[in-house]
């Protein structure tokens, strides 16, 4: 573990990377969530070396706290531990890691703190980890995070008539505004059991994690500017499944 004397310290903290990449010679450049400080670019420098367990424990999906400093916009980690132990994430569950990981750095905005949502993600990692249920779990967090960020989504209300979502009614999701019955053949629509189950975190059906999968695409590709995301790109061209 190593020290840098700076002016602006900050204490041990609850803390994930959410990326890492090689930095001047035996250095790493990191992206860090934290849960008071929130997102945040840092240094770690000489951990590539080979002596210490720096590179192993610096890395995605790892709990952590870290000890950082420097007034600027890149910080210098001053001191790392382990906090906790997750089982690993394999296979699907990885590449849903990524996914996670890749929402936070796209979505946050850097040093506003979101320690709801830092629950949240640890939650998600757990859930990934610990059993098969990818697309409720990431169904789930897409919802807390669109709460968390501000874009609260609407999902039990007909916005259009100011009444209770109907089971068997096929609604058209109106992006910042909500679900309003669909004329038959409108594009993307959505069934209100769909969007009750999502409601109430209940699992769905094959149908209904199409559903949701879509709609999740159809808000993230607004919130995203368009832009894709890299880890869906990954996920398809590794395994050949489409999300």
Known sequence: MGTVTDRTTYQLEPAFLLHRRPYSNRSLLVECFALHHGRFPAIAK???????????????????????????????????????????????ALYCGFYLNELLMRLLQRNDPHEELFSFYTEALTLLADDRREEQVLRRFEIQMFNALGYALVLDQDVENDRPLLPNQRYDYLLETGPVPAAEGTPGMVSGSTLLALACDQPLDKGGQREARDLSRHLLTHYL?????????????ALKIDR
Do not use: D, H, N
């Not at 367990?53 to 382990?82: C, D, M, N």
């Not at 500017?225 to 061209?237: A, Y």
């Open 225 to 237: 500017g368009g832009k894709p995301l890299k880890s869906r790109e990954l996920f398809l061209s």
């Open 46 to 92: 000489g951990v590539m070396s080979g002596r210490g367990a720096g590179a192993a424990l610096l890395q995605p999906f790892v709990p952590l706290k870290l000890k950082w400093s420097g007034r600027g916009e890149v910080k210098t980690i001053t001191g790392y531990e382990q906090s906790g132990k997750l089982p690993g994430l394999q296979g699907r």
